[in-house]
Structure formats: structure tokens, C-alpha cells
């Protein structure tokens, strides 16, 4: 299995899909969301889906996609939304609904060569696109203490992270880091609270300083608001406090910090009518089958 798809019904059931619109799945990894869509659109309609993962491109091969006439693939992180539907012949302003699962794939943290998980021995390398960008370990080998101190705090919300930063200078003054084992032999003699949960929390950071997760979800948000039609909705599912709150932001005052903007004579104008006022969590049983769903949160709003 590719990567067991979370929030699928509740996020498909509020984004509204109805035959003859036109549907983004930004995220498309091992397709579980897109496949619903396009069962709801019932062969009338269009369904673009986003990723610049090479992985996730074979999963398109299946013929339920590849041999669907309102399927088609991008091959291309979602920061480049806008830009990449307007290729398409899209004009602003058309989309029906977007949907973003900003969570990394079970494939991709269960393939050892990825780098992205501590429970096997790898390159350090946590790129999505494997051909382009630093890797985990250009990071590690080259950013100051000041920068990881940054990284692994602000990304990973780790307690000791001036420790841990000071503590990779040191170990690449005798030896390059390299590998995954190299991670983890420098986290378990840094270890702050509960060692699974410490070492979690320093791959998530450096994944997402690899992958610029953070800068690509701001633009995405940016793009998908321009090109959703009024009425149009946009649901996002985040696992991440960082991430949850910028789309929060977004849904509420249309940018990530959550400054309301107000007309000419003073009222609030308001991006988004929202549909989730609190975000959507998964069920028990769901969390259950798939612990990884357990910080998942999902939120939708319909562009006004």
C-alpha cells in the first residue's frame, strides 16, 4: 500500500464534488483521494492532481487513472499551482474545489532509501523531488548553529534545540553526517523527554526545511484562493501545529499570519465563508487502524 488515505470520506463529502466542475487533488501521492473524486464526477468533469514525486507519477500508471478521460496529472510540487493550471488553459477564478493532504506517505517514510525515517539505515537524503534541492545532510553539513537552532525549533518544536545544533557543529568538525545512523547516534546522546517523540521531531524538522514545506503550503494557499471560483471550496488536512495554524489564518483572513483586511469604509472583508469553524478530526477506529492519523486535522472553506 502506497499510503492509507486520511480524513477520505469527510474531506471528499466537503469539498461538494458534483459532476461537470473542475477539481484540483494537489496532493495525489497514492491517489486514494483522487479516486473518490473521480468516481463522484462519474466520467463528466476534470480532475488535476498535483505531485513532484516520482513515486507517486507511477501510481497514475494504475488504469483507473490512466485510462480516465477527466484525469489528469501534474508533475509538480503544488507551490506552482497557478502557474501550472494556467499551462493547462484554466483562467483565475474557475476551480470548483482544491483539496491538499499536507501529510507525507506512508510509502515514502516506509521506503528506507528516502532518508525520512530514523527506523532504518539510509542516505540522509528527505527530498520529495530526489532531483533537485539540498539534501538532509547538506543542511546538517553546512547551515551555522544559529540556522539549526531555527530549523529545530521553529519546524520540529524541539526543547534542547541550541544543544542539538551546537552538538551537530561539533560532529561535523570530525566527520561529515551522512546517514540516518549518524542522526540518530547524535539525538540519543541529546535526548530531551521521550526518545521515539525526540527522534520524530528532529526528522519532521529537517524534512521540512528540505522540502521548504512551510513556503510552499503559503503558496499554494495564495494560488488556490486566486483560482477557485466564488463558491468554490478549499479543504486542506495538516498534521503539523505550524501548518494547521497558517491555513487557519488563511481560511479566516485570506494570508497565513491572520491580519483581517478591511474595505474603504472600515468593514472587515472576509476571504472565505467557513465551513469546518473547528477543524475535523479523525474517529477513534480511524486512528485505530492508522496511529499516523492521530494529529490530523482537516478545514474547509468556500471562497466568498
Known amino acids: 500500500m502506497y499510503h492509507e488515505t486520511v480524513l477520505l470520506s469527510e474531506s471528499i463529502d466537503y469539498l461538494n464534488v458534483m459532476p461537470g466542475m473542475i477539481y484540483v487533488d494537489a496532493t495525489f501521492g497514492g491517489g486514494g483521494h483522487s479516486r473518490?473524486?473521480?468516481?463522484?464526477?462519474?466520467?463528466?468533469g476534470r480532475l488535476y492532481a498535483f505531485d513532484q514525486d516520482e513515486d507517486a507519477k507511477r501510481n497514475t500508471e494504475q488504469q483507473e487513472f490512466s485510462a480516465n478521460p477527466?484525469?489528469?496529472f501534474i508533475h509538480s510540487n503544488f507551490r506552482h499551482l497557478k502557474r501550472q493550471l494556467r499551462a493547462e488553459a484554466l483562467r483565475s477564478?474557475?476551480?470548483?474545489?482544491?483539496?491538499?493532504?499536507?501529510?507525507?506517505?506512508?510509502?515514502q517514510l516506509d521506503t528506507a532509501e528516502r532518508g525520512f525515517s530514523y527506523r532504518f539505515e539510509a542516505e540522509l537524503d528527505m527530498r520529495m523531488n530526489r532531483l533537485d534541492g539540498l539534501t538532509a545532510a547538506d543542511v546538517l553539513n553546512t547551515y551555522d548553529a544559529a540556522a539549526l537552532q531555527?530549523?529545530?525549533?521553529e519546524l520540529g518544536e524541539v526543547r534542547n534545540s541550541k544543544t542539538l545544533a551546537l552538538a551537530v557543529l561539533r560532529l561535523r568538525e570530525q566527520k561529515p553526517i551522512r546517514t540516518t545512523g549518524?542522526?540518530?547516534d547524535?539525538?540519543?546522546?541529546?535526548?530531551?523527554?521521550?526518545?521515539?517523540r525526540y527522534f520524530s521531531q528532529v526528522f519532521q524538522a529537517l524534512r521540512m526545511e528540505v522540502n521548504d514545506e512551510l513556503g510552499a503550503l503559503e503558496a499554494f494557499l495564495n494560488d488556490a484562493y486566486e483560482m477557485l471560483a466564488p463558491g468554490?471550496?478549499?479543504?486542506?488536512?495538516?498534521?503539523?501545529?505550524?501548518?494547521d495554524r497558517m491555513v487557519k489564518n488563511f481560511l479566516k483572513a485570506g494570508n497565513i499570519g491572520g491580519e483581517m483586511n478591511t474595505d474603504f469604509y472600515g468593514n472587515i472583508t472576509r476571504p472565505f465563508e467557513l465551513i469546518t469553524k473547528k477543524p475535523v478530526e479523525p474517529r477513534e477506529a480511524e486512528i485505530a487502524g492508522n496511529p499516523r492519523a492521530r494529529s490530523a486535522k482537516l478545514r474547509v472553506g468556500q471562497k466568498i
Open 182 to 184: 549518524d542522526l540518530v
Open 70 to 72: 477527466s484525469f489528469f
Open 186 to 196: 547524535l539525538c540519543s546522546k541529546n535526548l530531551m523527554g521521550d526518545r521515539m
Open 232 to 243: 468554490g471550496r478549499l479543504a486542506v488536512i495538516t498534521f503539523h501545529s505550524l501548518e
Open 150 to 153: 531555527r530549523v529545530f525549533s
Open 93 to 107: 477564478g474557475t476551480v470548483n474545489g482544491i483539496l491538499a493532504d499536507l501529510g507525507v506517505s506512508s510509502f
Open 36 to 44: 473518490l473524486i473521480l468516481q463522484k464526477l462519474g466520467g463528466k
